[in-house]
Structures are given as structure tokens and as C-alpha cells.
């Protein structure tokens, strides 16, 4: 239980909660952009009664062109939140492995403190027979 309270306490929560809202605004923006993006471009290139496209051509690709640019604008967006959710995995990590060195060394530390009594306690019941 100790080790936990050890595990949060090597945590940069401040960064962790300064990073969380910019975190979260960039997830809701990437969900909103990519619902209002497909409803947007599924109704685009509907094609009219007599199987001709609905648009004219060239409005077609005018409009290709701007899906291509917000779905590479989503993709830089994505990257981002990855590569924020990524360092704070890191320094999550980071804790985590100064705690598994600290319990090390602390179970190294017992085990020589609990030799050392036992070596008192059989020393003391030799001295006194």
C-alpha cells in the first residue's frame, strides 16, 4: 500500500493536470471534426435522379480538396495527442521504475537489517549459556 502512495507521489501530477485539459480539448475537437466531416462529405457527391453526379466536376474536386486538407489536419491533431499521451506514459513509466529500484534496494536493506538481529539474537543466547 506504501508503495502506492510512493508511485503517486513520484508523479509530475502537476504537469499531468496542466496537460489534461489541452488533452481533452484536442480529443473532443478530433471526434467533433470527424462527425461533422462525415455527415458533411457523405451528402457531397450524391449522384441526381438520371445517374449524373449532383455537382458539377470541378466542384467535386474543390470539395475532395477540402476533405484531404481537414482529414491531414485531423491526422496532425491525432499525432499530437498521441505524442502528448505518449510523455506522460513516460514519465509514468519513469516513476514507476525509480519505485521498483527503491523497493529493490529496500528489500536488500531489510534482508541485511533481519540477518543482523538474527546474528544479535543467536550472539546474545551463545554469551548468556
Do not use: H, Y
Request: proline share 3%.
Amino acid at each position: 500500500m506504501a508503495a502506492w502512495f510512493t508511485v503517486l507521489k513520484l508523479v509530475p501530477w502537476g504537469q499531468v493536470i496542466e496537460a489534461t485539459p489541452q488533452v481533452l480539448q484536442a480529443a473532443r475537437k478530433l471526434l467533433r471534426n470527424r462527425r461533422a466531416g462525415n455527415t458533411a462529405q457523405s451528402t457531397a457527391l450524391v449522384q441526381g435522379a438520371d445517374g449524373q453526379p449532383a455537382l458539377p466536376t470541378d466542384m467535386q474536386l474543390q470539395q475532395l480538396r477540402e476533405r484531404v486538407r481537414c482529414l491531414e489536419q485531423e491526422q496532425q491533431d491525432c499525432a499530437a495527442l498521441i505524442e502528448s499521451l505518449a510523455e506522460q506514459t513516460a514519465q509514468v513509466v519513469r516513476a514507476v521504475e525509480t519505485l521498483r529500484l527503491r523497493a529493490r534496494r529496500l528489500t536488500g536493506a531489510v534482508l541485511v537489517l533481519g540477518a543482523a538481529c538474527l546474528g544479535l539474537l543467536v550472539w546474545g543466547l551463545l554469551r548468556q549459556q
